[in-house]
């Protein structure tokens, strides 16, 4: 009886390596032996249900996760809507209030702007009153001066009266004195004339030296020197009963307007009487005396404005009817004209001050009154 001899030399066994981890796979039970084509069958639709199953539970898993991520999208949104409707109502919150406050503040200019009215209207109401005070006060100055003119001139008529009669009763004590018996010669030596002047009379002519009185008598030439008083003294207190005062000099003024033209009672009627006062031209600046001598003609404005413009060297062109000033000296002077560089106001185009070069100016057309 043959051995196998490998199998009888003992071997040492090779060290153990542990084996990697494999999942098992899933353990088919094989069919027994002699199981039916109909259980075959039955387990393999059991199989697929299991796997239809399994599919199942994965597309409800994934679904929900869907819906999941529908919901949070859906809340994503509606926190979007939700901070736009919050941004949109804080929008709309903030343009009301910016327009209650645009109509607040137009509310408000509107009230300054008609304070600022109320308070310049009642200025003027007081400017106007103010003018008007002055005015009546001018009146009433003038009203006295009228009043005390015609006092002077009662006080004067009366002095004149006085003077008459006293020289009435002069004259009766003259005539009395005549009718005693006098010398001619101490009589006409009384009552001459021509001893001393009054004042405020017309010069009167040295009498001629009187002729010699008649021997016989010297009734008619007494009659003639009293004759001759009594109409000296007459005219004398008509001249003085009419002598010229103070207010005669002065115009009352009689302000007549050149356009007239409906205004509110608190307008002025009548012009300022601060342009009355010489003084306040020389504050005047040139235009301004060009617009008052060119725009107030006729008037006592126009002759002032220019006396000022003639006292800042203007000279007025009576032909040309401006005003001329030098620019530099004269480069030609005669006894009739000057020739040279001059500034002159044009009022007809510019209103405005131009320069005429190689001017002559004829001093026939210049205004030098």
Known sequence: ???????????????????????????????????????????????????AAAQAQKDAAAARLAQQQAAAVAAAEAKAAEVA????????????????KAQLSAAKQAQVQQAQVQQAQAQAQQAAAAQAAQAHQVQQQHAAAAAQAQAAQQQQAAAALAAQQQAAAALAAAQQKAAQPAPVENMMGSMSLNQAPIRGSPPQQPAPNPAPPPSTTGGATQTLSLDAAASYLSSLNASFAHIPTAVDSSRQPNYAPRNP???????PTSPSTVFDDPAIFSKL?????????????????????????????????????????????????????????????????????????????????????
Do not use: N
Request: net charge neutral; charged share 25%; proline share 8%.
């Open 85 to 100: 409707r919050v941004a949109e109502a804080k929008r709309q919150a903030d343009m009301k209030a910016a327009h209650e």
């Open 1 to 51: 009886e043959s051995a196998d001899p490998v199998a009888k030399t003992p071997t040492k066994a090779p060290p153990a390596v542990p084996a990697p981890v494999v999942p098992a796979p899933a353990v088919v039970k094989p069919a027994a032996a002699g199981t039916s084509m109909a259980a075959m069958l039955k387990g393999g639709e059991e199989k697929a249900k299991q796997a």
């Open 285 to 369: 600046g040139t235009d301004c005396l060009f617009f008052i001598f060119y725009y107030q003609q006729g008037s006592y404005q126009q002759y002032l404005a220019a006396r000022e413009l003639k006292k800042q060297s203007w000279r007025y062109h009576k032909k040309y009817l401006t005003w001329f000033q030098r620019h530099e000296e004269p480069k030609v002077t005669t006894e009739e004209y000057e020739q040279g560089t001059y500034v002159y106001f044009d009022y007809e185009s510019g209103w405005c001050q131009r320069v005429k070069q190689d001017f002559r100016f004829d001093y026939a057309y210049l205004e030098d009154s």
């Open 261 to 267: 033209y409906p205004t509110p009672p608190s307008y």
